[in-house]
């Protein structure tokens, strides 16, 4: 890991880049407009946000009751006044009836079968300031951007272990990381394994189109919060500032072509429960325009940071985050769920028997670390990660493990004619 990596303003740093800092942090006039598109960025007038924006703010989650949780536990299916309910305080005393529920709807759509996949971080390189993030603009890490001789021998180090599906990841930089380069990282990666995924800086729907031509098949964004005034001052600098522009990416991705998209915020930002609402809603609302497009969601928990004082996290533990995952499963039972390296290994074995149907295995959130960590040792100019992970397993443990707990681990679901 690099030294200082988590926001401390530090002699690394100039003191006119530590001036920016100060003055983007404590005034906000001097930020641009989050509500507002930069230039080349598309519009679409789709009015999603707008329903999702709504329903969140105008909801209250103490104001639902016991009564309120059972009509929705008994319902054959749930609308959007139910999830809200499954949301509440009021349901964390049903939490045991709603994991029944959640497991049967699990058994009827996904069987027995858990899907497993594993990330690729090709760059790390990034042009936003977000306060949270390992990757931000001002953090003190070893950048690296993986040529394509380096992004091949990661990728025959992975598909070697077994794995047929990977998500290519990157910092959001355009300058380091522009749009022909992730494309010839999806022909690559088209040629070792059946899936690719993609969690990049959203782009406009003809370059999502490109990026599919190129081979990738699902699109991954995480909104991070819909609370558009605490996004607003965890997002102070770059392309990411601009709410709409992030919120309409799947919709994008989708009118480019791609097979599948898939949500998240990250919970601990903002008030999780109105997050996870809303994301669960903008699946909602897309589905049903969008209904022959593979739909998923996920819930990772904001890890631990040394400044977690200046973003005022709201802690998100094991009992509300089951809750939350029971609550998509109920009101969203055909929608794949993923659960991330984030969490610890006894809370992922845990629920995908209950609602989870995809986790990930084999993961480096560094770059180009990936022989290095097969081989149990760091490598040397290996760029730093975002994040650490708290679920470490390779494939192969993973693997057995779920076929230990019943389970049926499932690599390729999709066979291209």
Known sequence: MGKNQFFVDCAGLSEKTLEKKRRLEQDPSSRKNHMEYMEGMERISSGIMNHVLDQMHGYDPGAYTDADVKNALARENCGPEDLKALLSPAALPHLEEMAVRAREETGKHFGNTVYLFTPLYIANYCENYCVYCGFNCYNDIVRKKLTMEEIEHEMKIIAASGMEEILLLTGESRSKSDVNYIGEACKMAAKCFRNVGLEIYPVNTDEYRYLHECGADYVTVFQETYDSDAYEKLHLLGHKRVFPYRFEAQERAILGGMRGVAFSAL????????DALASALHVYYLQRKYPYVEYSLSCPRLRPIIN?????????????LCQILCAYRIFLPYVGITVSSREQKHFRDGIVKIAATKVSAGVST?????????EGSQTEDAGDEQFEISDDRSLGQMYADMEGEGLQPVLNDYVYV
């Open 267 to 274: 919970l601990g930002l903002a008030d999780f429960r109105k």
């Open 366 to 374: 560094g770059i180009g670390d990936h022989e290095g960590k097969y």
């Open 308 to 320: 977690n004082d200046r973003i005022n996290p709201q802690d998100v533990h094991e009992k509300e």
